[in-house]
């Protein structure tokens, strides 16, 4: 199962979160690799304790290894292994799009029972389409306003990017990068105006938008939390996203703000090894506990 971590913009504690992820769900016995496809800034095996990899994912974009696992390296966690980002590679993030296929077709036959991808910041085409390719995509924000609105808008694109992969007509496609647009002509605001609006030019594409509309259900995680207004967030921007974009979007929950956390990334340590009974571990055992549970219920499905 592969679950994507990314977020509106740096700072929001993605790595922090899919380091400790990854952690909790090899400590349950399951398989786990770590891909830092934060590429150009590459830093989750500093989470990890470990000094940057004399292979990275540089080595398979430059074809310096033919295949993605040789550059997978074990850690001295039971289970975890990590694939270190392209450091070196300061073009890496506007990879060509037949390097780009080849990199999530390898990252999707990769052998284990989680892959966390840790995402760069923003919104490029190159971000959304890793968001787009896993099994579920993870959203991490943290209780500020610029976080809030960064997420909306790397949500909104994430959307309509799979409507625009979904069809195929040259008049939808340019719809849809229209409908991006707040003050486009055509008066879209949301989902159904642009079916209606697709409608009118094909109907089988319009199905086609309405069916991937259904099975859109990015999560959030909210990040720093200090106080229960700052968790209630989490439930406004779920209510937000069904009710201005008709997104089904899954709270998983919140970690909140710990003192504990900045001392365990200075010692280079997972919190939930460092420091198992403070409140943040607490809170990211509990999410991965539900990612877990939601694993084990789609392959009894």
């Excluded at 159904?192 to 697709?198: F, M, S």
Aim: aromatic share 6%; charged share 25%; hydrophobic share 40%.
């Amino acid at each position: 199962m592969i679950w994507t971590i990314g977020g509106g913009k740096g700072g929001s504690g993605k790595s922090f979160i899919t380091a400790n992820i990854g952690v909790c769900l090899s400590k349950l016995g399951a398989r786990v690799i770590l891909i830092d496809a934060d590429l150009g800034g590459a830093n989750l095996h500093t989470f990890l304790g470990i000094y940057p990899p004399a292979l990275s994912l540089s080595d398979f974009i430059k074809k310096r290894v033919s295949r993605l696992e040789e550059v997978l390296i074990p850690t001295d966690i039971p289970n975890l292994q990590l694939l270190s980002g392209a450091q070196d590679l300061l073009n890496a993030a506007d990879a060509k799009s037949v390097q780009k296929r080849k990199l999530l077709r390898s990252i999707q036959s990769l052998d284990g029972d989680y892959v966390l991808v840790d995402l760069g910041g923003g919104n490029s085409m190159s971000v959304l389409d890793f968001f787009l390719m896993s099994d579920g995509g993870i959203l991490v924000v943290t209780p500020e306003p610029t976080s809030i609105e960064n997420t909306y808008r790397f949500l909104k694109s994430a959307f309509y990017r799979r409507l625009k992969q979904s069809v195929s007509s040259y008049p939808v496609k340019n719809l849809i990068d229209k409908a991006m647009d707040r003050k486009n002509e055509e008066g879209i605001q949301n989902p159904h105006d642009l079916i209606k609006a697709v409608r009118r030019i094909s109907e089988e594409d319009a199905k086609r938008i309405e069916e991937e509309a259904k099975t859109f259900h990015p999560n959030l995680i909210l990040n720093q939390a200090r106080s229960k207004k700052d968790i209630e967030i989490g439930f406004s921007i779920r209510s937000a996203c069904q009710k201005y974009f008709g997104i089904h979007l899954h709270y998983l929950g919140y970690v909140v703000y710990d003192q504990d956390v900045g001392n365990s990334i200075r010692k280079r340590r997972p919190l939930v090894l460092e420091n198992s009974r403070s409140r943040a571990a607490q809170c990211v055992m509990e999410i991965a506990a539900k990612l877990a549970d939601s694993r084990q219920k789609s392959s009894r499905s």
